[in-house]
Structure formats: C-alpha cells, structure tokens
C-alpha cells in the first residue's frame, strides 16, 4: 500500500497574465490543470517537472480521471521509487491544447462557445510557456529537473533551450531535437483520417454527442504501430487468428494484431478529443530545437548550466538512437555536463513506458544528484 | 572505497587539480569519480557498453556511449586538457589512428596498456607455441576483445613515428612498479603520457 502514502492533489490555476504564442496571437485567461504528488521544501527547491507524451495527462501516478485506469508512469513515480516523491515534489501539467482542464480547442472561447478549431496554432515551446506561467505562479524559480519521454522530452528540451536558469537538470527519454519527414508524415496519415470523417464537420462536433471517433480511432491505430517494434509485435501477435481457427475470408479482424488496433484505437476515442489531436500533433511537427536557434543545435543551450541525461532505445524506429545523439553531440559542443545511454528494450518506442530495469537505474541515478 | 586499479591510481596521482578530463573507456566511472571527488577535475567519459554508462550515470558522471574507434570524431579540438585510454589501445580496430584521436581532443593523454612482451607471455609462446592467457589477458585467442596486441617497444615506435612526445612513462609488474630499463620483458603493464 505504499502508494497511498503519496501526497496527491489535482489542481488547476489561471495564468495572471496573457500568454504570448509563437504563431504571434495571445491567449488570454489559460488554465493550467496539474497533479503534484510529494512536498515540496520550504526552499521550494526540491521541484520536478515531469511533461507528458502526445497523448498522455497529468495523472502520472494517479487514477486515469476517465478510465480509471492506473497512472501512466506509477512504476516510475511514488515514493522509494526511481522518481522518488519521499524526497522530490513531483508536478505534470496537461498541455496547452490538451483535453484535459487546460486550455484547448474544446475550451470556451469569450463568446461562449468551444474554440474548436479557432484555436491558435501552437508550438511546442507555447506548451513550456504556459508550464513555465504555472511555474511562477507556484513560486519555484528553479527546478531540480524536468524530465520528459518522447513529446515530454521535446518539451525538456525546449525549457532547458528557452528558460536555461530555471532548472539544474534535464532527462530526456526516447525523444528528439526536431520532427522528421517521416515522424510528420504518420501524423498527417492521423490528421487526414480525422478530417475526412464527416462527424468532424471542420471541428465543430461539440455539444452534438457524436464526434469523428472513426477518424480519431484510425489515426491512433496508425500512431500506435509506430510506438512497437517490428520485434515486439511479431512476438506478441505474430499471425495469430483472433478467437477462430480459420480465416473468414472477409474484412473481419482475422488477426489478432487487427483486433487489438481496432480495440486501441476505440478506447482512445473515450478519452481524447480529436481537435486536440490535431493541434498537439501540429506542434510537434513544428519542432525544431536548431531552428529556433539560428540553425545550430549547441546554440540552443549556449545558455545552459545545466546536467543533461538523453537515454534511447535500440528498438525505438520513431525517435531512433541517431536522433538522441544528435542532441547529445550538441550538448557536447556546448561544453555542458551530458549523459548518453542506448538501452536495449524489446518494446519500440513505448519502452520509456515500460518495464526496463536499466531505465530506473539511470532515472535514480541521474534524478538523484 | 574500493582503491582503484593500479594503472588507474597512477593515472589519477599525475592528473593535475581542477583539469578537464576525458576517460575513454571508462567503464564503471571508477577513475572518474575520483578525479572529481579528489581533485575537483570536470571529467567526462566514453564508454560503449550500457550498464557501464548506467553506472556512470548513477554516481552523477557526464558519460556519453560510444566507441573509441569512431566517436571521438564528434569531440572539438583540444576540448581537453587530457585523454585518457586506459586498457582499451589494445581493444580498439585502429589503435594509430585512436592515438592521433586522443592527442587531437587533449592536450595531453594518458594510454595504458597490457605489455604483449611480458616475459610470461615470450614464455607462455617459446615453450608452448601458445597465446599465453595470463592474470592480464585472461581470455582465450578467439574470444578475447584484444585484437590489437602491443608491446612496450612496439607502442614507443608508433609514438616516435607520429613525432608525438613521452612526457612521463610508468611500469607495473605484479601492480608493483618496475624500472623502465627492464620494462620490455618485465613489465606486465606499461602507463605512457603523451603530448603533441
């Protein structure tokens, strides 16, 4: 029962001032929806920011608020654990543009009505603007660390980038310094199946009941094979038939890889919104650390005191190892304190998630300087 | 503590305070995390093998995976005060071509080396016709990792040709030092620093 002894509070602030966006529009009145778990010290130095994935939520250690299902990074956060909430006071935020309590497409604009898709395009960066806002209002000036895997990292990286003073350390999983052709190109596949599903009815499917939820499902399905390894698949799936000892000859789920991307992709539609979906997605394409910088990578933490960690999986073929010593080099040339680490992991992507012991050494590790 | 391996603490003992330090193959960070705890040196490492950087990691060293064959390109000239290659030369495809790479990043590099002319290993070949598996070289031919075996006189030959500079020179035998004059036969390990 260990985990219930974590001091867990939901909690949500509106940021005093105006936020500036890199696509030059001002959001005004954003809300900030967070989880902190631990206490933090009476030096207010003991802080973690710790910035979820694409489609994660501030709930890292706590129940889904939807499914109910456990937090998203439980094994890694909690007390006596890798990101140790005896001694560190742990926060996660939901995005700006998420689905849940910050502000987003489906938030109301001033007349009332959901933004949908009047929502302003925004940028990684505008995601850390508005943590960084919450940041202030908590007054923490300076953070232990941030820590981030895969969208979480870009966000890492964009506030050691942009807020340098501001944190001592960086750890950055499964993740990269800009979106490559590739990366983009499985996200417009996602935005495409959303926006041809006619129940999307250019974003304004608020309040009518039915929102594009096949469009959404599919473009999950495409997401989630990028997040598995052809490895991790085959054993999990191979060609295995789903409930039957035969191929119908038909478009059934015969397979058992169909039926549990059919079953994804479902699932996710309970629990996200679709224009968040598209707007979320469009910032991470937009990222590119070098180019905010004058094209080059070291340049963006010429600033920077801090230690960084960037970890990578050998089965991750959406922000491969190359893309991880990218930014390592980088940080190198920048003459700061970094840490590279490869570590093998049968489950694609999705390892920073999973169970991978070597993962919490370095995280313990690295966390606990 | 754990003392260090003798060629590491001979190493450590002529590094001077407050340097920047790269080790290259620095396993579990053993050498580094006295450097820094002793002598206030910033020191970074390279290592190819995971647990040793996850090792790394833990004590709060900055330690990059890679290997010395090919990434020691990616440092900038001179980014170093010293280099460090202890008991990794003999390991590496190019060991030529790795010394310009340290001597290139540092200023100045420590390399160590298991002596190939050790008199147990002339034995081990004279009397038996075998490569000899010794406290140094505990693996048999086909698996060992050393694919590049040197001697004292053959690594002094490929620092005069490179018109590299010996700045210091130190011999163990038994981790006991050992004088230079006898070192080509009796010296089980050899510890040069070098400069350009």
């Not at chain 1, 990101?83 to 742990?90: A, E, K, P, S, Y």
């Not at chain 1, 999950?220 to 598995?228: D, P």
């Not at chain 2, 390991?91 to 030529?96: G, M, S, Y």
Request: a negative charge; one cysteine or more; proline letters at 5%.
């Amino acid at each position: 029962m260990a985990d219930a002894a974590i001091r867990i509070a939901s909690r949500e602030l509106e940021l005093p001032m105006p936020l500036p966006l890199d696509g030059g529009q001002i959001l005004d009145g954003v809300r900030v929806a967070y989880e902190t778990y631990g206490v933090l010290n009476a030096e207010k130095s003991n802080a973690v920011v710790i910035f979820h994935a694409l489609t994660g939520d501030q709930c890292v250690a706590s129940p889904h608020p939807i499914t109910g299902k456990p937090g998203w990074w439980l094994r890694m956060v909690g007390p006596g654990k890798p990101i140790d909430t005896d001694r560190l006071f742990v926060i996660c935020a939901n995005v700006l543009g998420g689905c849940y309590g910050s502000t987003g497409p489906a938030s109301l604009a001033s007349d009332g009505h959901p933004h949908a898709m009047r929502f302003p395009v925004i940028t990684i960066r505008d995601m850390v603007r508005a943590q960084v806002g919450m940041l202030d209002a908590l007054g923490i000036e300076q953070l232990h660390a941030v820590v981030g895997g895969s969208m979480g990292g870009m966000q890492a990286l964009s506030f050691a980038a942009n807020w340098p003073d501001r944190t001592r350390a960086v750890l950055v999983i499964a993740s990269t310094a800009r979106h490559s052709a590739q990366n983009i190109a499985f996200h417009e596949v996602g935005r495409q199946a959303i926006m041809a599903d006619p129940k999307w009815a250019g974003g304004d499917y608020y309040g009518t009941g039915k929102g594009p939820e096949n469009g959404l499902a599919v473009a999950r399905m495409a997401a989630h094979i990028t997040y598995l390894s052809e490895e991790g698949m085959h054993e999990k799936f191979g060609r295995k038939l789903q409930d039957r000892t035969e191929k119908t000859f038909g478009f059934d789920a015969d397979f058992q890889v169909e039926s549990y991307l059919r079953h994804q992709g479902l699932s996710f539609t309970d629990r996200f919104d679709a224009n968040s979906y598209l707007y979320i997605t469009r910032a991470m394409d937009y990222f590119d650390l070098a180019e905010e910088h004058g094209g080059r990578l070291a340049d963006a933490f010429g600033a920077s005191k801090a230690r960084f960690c960037l970890v990578s999986f050998d089965t991750d073929w959406l922000y491969p190892t190359a893309e991880s010593r990218t930014i390592a080099h980088a940080l190198n040339a920048a003459g700061a304190p970094v840490s590279f680490v490869e570590l093998s992991a049968p489950f694609g992507h999705d390892s920073f998630l999973l169970d991978v012991p070597a993962l919490d050494r370095v995280i313990a590790g690295f966390l606990g300087q | 503590m754990i003392p260090l391996r003798p060629d590491l603490a001979l190493i450590a003992a002529n590094v001077a305070p407050g340097s920047r330090v790269l080790d290259v193959g620095c396993g579990d960070g053993a050498l580094m995390a006295v450097l820094r705890d002793q002598q206030q040196v910033d020191a970074r490492g390279m290592e190819l093998d995971a647990r040793g950087v996850a090792e790394c990691v833990a004590k709060g060293l900055p330690v990059m995976q890679g290997d010395a064959d090919t990434d020691l390109a990616d440092y900038p000239d001179a980014a170093f005060d010293y280099a460090i290659l202890s008991q990794t030369l003999q390991t590496t495809k190019r060991p030529d071509l790795v010394l310009d790479e340290l001597l290139r990043v540092g200023r100045k590099a420590f390399v160590s080396f298991p002596n190939f002319a050790h008199w147990k290993v002339r034995l081990s070949l004279l009397w038996n016709g075998r490569m000899p598996v010794t406290r140094l070289l505990p693996v048999a031919w086909y698996e060992t990792p050393n694919i590049h075996h040197v001697t004292v006189r053959d690594f002094r030959e490929l620092v005069l040709a490179k018109g590299y500079r010996v700045e210091g020179e130190w011999f163990l035998s038994g981790d006991r030092p050992t004088s230079a004059a006898a070192a080509a036969w009796r010296a089980e390990h050899a510890v040069f620093l070098l400069a350009r």
